[in-house]
């Protein structure tokens, strides 16, 4: 599976953005989606999932209630929707894809990565 992420940019804080991420060669609804980020000079850390059926999602909590991932299967994309953004939201996002069943947040249950997109927040 190859994954396209994109979308990002720079932004004012409490703005809004929405990434995208275009999943190719594989069975698309298969798999979970998630998004991770990566700040400069910090880890790699998991923002949110969403299940192979876009029934159920989980995401991290210092943008619960911010963010919101979905999916359309018809159309091979995953999304994030980023609201009320923080200068702390700035990084690289990565999107993933896992072929479980369920909603891993750990970087080591995902099998497929996209090159990242970066979003940068002013203040």
């Known amino acids: 599976v190859q994954l396209q992420a994109s979308g990002g940019g720079l932004v004012q804080a409490g703005d809004s953005l929405r990434l995208s991420c275009a999943a190719s060669g594989g069975t698309f609804s298969r798999y979970g989606m998630g998004w991770f980020r990566q700040a400069p000079g910090k880890e790699r850390e998991f923002v949110a999932v969403?299940?192979?059926?876009?029934?159920?999602?989980d995401y991290a909590d210092s943008v619960k209630g911010r963010f919101t991932i979905s999916r359309d299967n018809a159309k091979n994309t995953a999304y994030l929707q980023m609201n009320s953004l923080k200068p702390e939201d700035t990084a690289v996002y990565y999107c993933?894809?896992?072929?479980?069943?369920?909603?891993?947040?750990?970087?080591?249950?995902?099998?497929?990565w996209g090159q990242g997109t970066l979003v940068t927040v002013s203040s």
């Open positions: 969403v299940r192979w059926d876009g029934v159920m999602t």
């Open positions: 993933a894809a896992d072929r479980s069943f369920g909603l891993p947040t750990t970087i080591r249950e995902y099998d497929y």
